[in-house]
């Protein structure tokens, strides 16, 4: 029985070592025909940085949401003002009285913090739309810059340690987009 398991032993470590071998020798095929991609760069965040529409975005995600804005600074004002009231007056004022005017600014505190986070969470979830739009602008851009180019394989900057400003194509990406 010990024999019969150390020939299977030996057939499993043979069989290892065939698929390892034949692994390595498909990898490095594979490392010959990738030399023969034209790869090149781009800096989407830099062409992100750069878009005149990103401004232009601001300010109308700017319009969206400024009446709901100022409708939260009226609404934080007069919180504001009831509390320092409630301050300042706690001390002359009749017990029922001052728990029923802390049992409103609590509700109101509680209405106000909901709003704004609603507010928050539209503001940021617009303006992820219209980031993303843009991307995807850019990404559109950079595949008509590389199939015009000849290329292969177009790969983000910062994902790459290094790489040659030769295959840069930043710049015609940001025209196209532009």
Known sequence: MCRL?????????LKRWLYA???CMMLAASANAESAYKIATVKVSSIFQQLSQREMLSKQLEKEFNGRAIDLQKQETALQSKMQK????????????????EKEIMAQRDAFLQKAQAFEEDNRRRQTEENN???IRIKDAVSIVAKNKGYDLVIDANA???SSALNDITAQVL???Q
């Open 160 to 162: 790459v340690a290094y």
């Open 86 to 101: 409630l301050q300042h007056d706690s001390s002359i004022m009749q017990d029922n009285d001052r728990a029923n005017m």
């Open 175 to 177: 025209k196209q987009v």
């Open 21 to 23: 071998t034949s692994l």
């Open 133 to 135: 739009k843009l991307l």
């Open 5 to 13: 398991y150390m020939s299977n032993f030996k057939e499993l470590k």
